[in-house]
């Protein structure tokens, strides 16, 4: 058997997540998938897939070699579509990584634009706030905040700061009063991020300088929704991004703080590999973030 059909075929199956669809997808007989994925077995000299009557499941071995036929896949695609004139309408499948807060609130609704006009590419967006690997997770575009480390092979492409507020929901202050200096903050109750570098202080600046804060941390939450729901609900104050409280803020709903001393700012930067990122279909979806994202990364702001 052909072993980049085989590998297409598993491929499939494990994002399917049955033999059927994949039969029905690619026109191929039940029989045949499974003689593709026996046939790689065999090759292999391990089992990819745990198969039950009710459910399959990768093997360890299984998940590896999954994520490695997708790179080799979108390589071949990727070679074949750079073989065309760069100025051809891109097409194909990119998979993008970015915060879940920045995602949600910004990175998403662009993106859609994005594939309204490109038409022809579809698009994989994993929204995680844990480090990832480009190359080990096939990520064609990540949105990295924070100082650059280990670049390698990356490109990386600068946007707009990474922004926090301080602020608490109308009904939190009139029953607690507005604090006006962050000394004050040790007095009020504060919602923090549950993080190992996260600890009781908030770093902030004022006119340049920096300076670290103590804080009463009364919930410590692992998930910035969950937190703008607690302060919404007037549980206490929030230091979180500006692309999740920027509605809310806007309508109201929540109240900004200590507007003289603001939480430092991070940089923001799109990564890409260096001998990928003129393929079509990575130019121009990184060039229409820079576009959206160049001055802010706020899209009501």
Request: glycine share 6%; hydrophobic share 45%.
């Amino acid at each position: 058997m052909n072993k980049l059909e085989s590998m297409s075929v598993f491929v499939r199956v494990v994002e399917r997540g049955s033999f059927s669809a994949v039969a029905e997808e690619m026109r191929l007989s039940g029989t045949m998938v499974g003689l593709h994925i026996k046939a790689l077995e065999q090759l292999l000299g391990t089992r990819l897939l745990n198969r039950t009557t009710r459910r399959q499941s990768l093997t360890d071995f299984g998940s590896v070699y999954y994520q490695r036929c997708r790179r080799i896949l979108a390589d071949i695609e990727d070679t074949e579509s750079g073989a065309l004139a760069l100025h051809q309408n891109p097409r194909g499948r990119l998979k993008v990584a970015c915060p879940v807060s920045f995602g949600v609130h910004s990175l998403s609704p662009v993106t859609a634009r994005f594939l309204s006009q490109w038409p022809e590419v579809t698009l994989d967006l994993v929204l995680s706030d844990k480090a990832m690997d480009m190359a080990e997770e096939g990520i064609d575009v990540m949105i990295k905040v924070g100082e650059l480390e280990h670049m390698n092979s990356l490109i990386a492409r600068p946007i707009a700061a990474y922004k926090s507020i301080i602020c608490a929901a109308p009904a939190y202050l009139e029953s607690a009063g507005k604090p006006v200096h962050p000394e004050e903050l040790i007095n009020h109750r504060c919602l923090g991020f549950a993080h190992p570098l996260a600890g009781s202080e908030w770093l902030l600046q004022n006119k340049g300088e920096r300076i670290k804060v103590p804080v009463n941390i009364v919930m410590a939450v692992n998930n910035g929704e969950a937190m703008r729901s607690a302060a919404l609900n007037g549980l206490g104050i929030i230091m979180q991004p500006e692309v999740l409280l920027t509605e809310d803020l806007r309508q109201g709903r929540l109240i900004p703080l200590l507007p003289d001393y603001q939480p430092l700012a991070k940089p923001v930067h799109i990564l890409t590999f260096a001998d990928r990122q003129q393929l079509p279909k990575i130019r121009l979806y990184v060039d229409f973030l820079l576009q959206h994202f160049k001055d802010t990364l706020c899209l009501s702001a």
